[in-house]
């Protein structure tokens, strides 16, 4: 049972838009929430976080939102631009000793130019 | 700067055969990690190090093996692949400070 769900498999935005993309989390436990970015043939690199003491955090273009009572978090990116054409990944670190991350299966964001 | 190195990039396997994944980081992180990537699943933990020594299981570690003799290397050793690990592997490490693991390019692994 995957406690990190993407349910967009594929996202597509005209340049200029606002992307989002969302994520959902079973894991009550979970208490830090990454976003990660993966180009073809290229490993993923980090993007974004944030911990379960905040509700929003920021970085450039990049927002993250969490909604701890609906167990969801979502990535804004505004504008989006043609090389934020990517997979993102959402992924979750649950409080603990063991704090391995859990992925969820990515969304592929495609800006049209 | 080279981070998180790879090797092969690219392997096809027989069914039975063994191989050996090789995973370098330079960056001297304590921890690191196996991941696989299938469609629609996502990123899956095999094992994981939290230092020279210490080796663990992930999610999805049957048919896996892993050992840490050094700080920089985390090879991934598959005893007798199977179709089931066509995949794609990537390794990983993560320093201190903020928790985000740096990954490698990934090994793309097909068993016939």
């Known amino acids: 049972d995957q406690q990190v769900k993407q349910n967009s498999p594929s996202l597509s935005v005209q340049e200029g838009r606002i992307s989002i993309l969302n994520c959902d989390y079973t894991?009550?436990?979970?208490?830090?929430f990454l976003w990660y970015k993966k180009y073809p043939a290229e490993g993923p690199t980090f993007l974004i976080s944030?911990?379960?003491?905040?509700d929003k955090n920021e970085d450039g273009r990049f927002t993250v939102f969490l909604n701890k009572s609906a167990k969801h978090l979502s990535l804004h990116i505004v504008p989006s631009q043609p090389g934020d054409s990517a997979v993102y990944f959402c992924?979750?670190?649950?409080?603990?000793?063991?704090?391995?991350?859990?992925f969820g299966s990515g969304t592929q964001l495609t800006v049209l130019p | 700067n080279a981070g998180v190195t790879q090797t092969p990039k690219f392997q096809v396997l027989k069914t039975g055969q063994s191989m050996t994944l090789q995973c370098a980081q330079d960056m001297n992180h304590e921890y690191m990690s196996w991941y696989r990537q299938d469609p629609g699943m996502g990123l899956r933990l095999i094992h994981y190090?939290?230092?020279?020594?210490?080796?663990d299981q992930g999610e999805v570690p049957n048919g896996y093996n892993v050992s840490r003799s050094t700080t920089e290397d985390f090879p991934l050793r598959l005893l007798s692949a199977a179709p089931s690990q066509t995949s794609v592997y990537f390794c990983?490490?993560?320093?201190?400070?903020?928790?985000?693991?740096?990954f490698g390019n990934g090994t793309r692994l097909t068993v016939t």
């Open positions: 894991n009550s436990m979970f208490d830090y």
């Open positions: 992924a979750a670190r649950p409080s603990g000793s063991a704090r391995q991350l859990t």
């Open positions: 944030i911990s379960s003491i905040k």
């Open positions: 990983a490490s993560r320093g201190q400070g903020p928790y985000s693991l740096h």
């Open positions: 190090s939290v230092g020279a020594g210490i080796t």
